[in-house]
């Protein structure tokens, strides 16, 4: 049974270690000098939840699937980015843990080998509350 938010995607100040940084403008560990965890190329969410609500995974899925273009028409070099270099690494974002779902789960994801669309299904039923809540373990909450 998989347990979320995702075992290798952590908060940005939680101080947990992480590889890459993946939420938006810079890590907060780089900024002190600690470290340098950002990717090759910028990868965060450029649908902000906050803005946008559970619409903006839905967005974001567009995006990297390259149904999103004009300025955001890179959605499938991060994706392709993703798959090549996230591979069992952990990833550091400002929403993980503050909501059912995180967009760095999805680069976890594709680098561990899964589809997009198998992704898509499964967080965007988690949202819409299509997964059993016994599988959500958010710092305590219930889905």
């Given at each position: 049974m998989k347990r979320y938010p995702h075992p290798r995607v952590v908060h940005a100040k939680s101080g947990a270690a992480f590889d890459y940084y993946v939420g938006?403008?810079?890590c907060p560990a780089c900024e002190r000098g600690w470290c340098d965890h950002k990717p090759a190329i910028p990868m965060g969410n450029p649908f902000r939840l906050e803005e946008h609500g559970d619409a903006a995974m839905?967005?974001?899925f567009d995006w990297l699937s390259g149904q999103r273009g004009g300025y955001l028409s890179r959605g499938q070099d991060v994706a392709e980015h993703a798959r090549r270099t996230m591979g069992g690494k952990t990833v550091a974002?400002?929403?993980a843990g503050r909501y059912p779902v995180c967009h760095g789960?999805?680069?976890v994801r594709l680098g561990d080998g899964e589809?997009?669309?198998a992704i898509r299904a499964d967080?965007?039923?988690?949202l819409t509350?299509?997964?059993d809540a016994s599988q959500c373990a958010l710092f305590g909450r219930d889905a």
């Open positions: 938006r403008g810079s839905v967005m974001f974002c400002w929403c789960e999805v680069y589809a997009l669309d967080m965007l039923g988690r509350g299509k997964v």
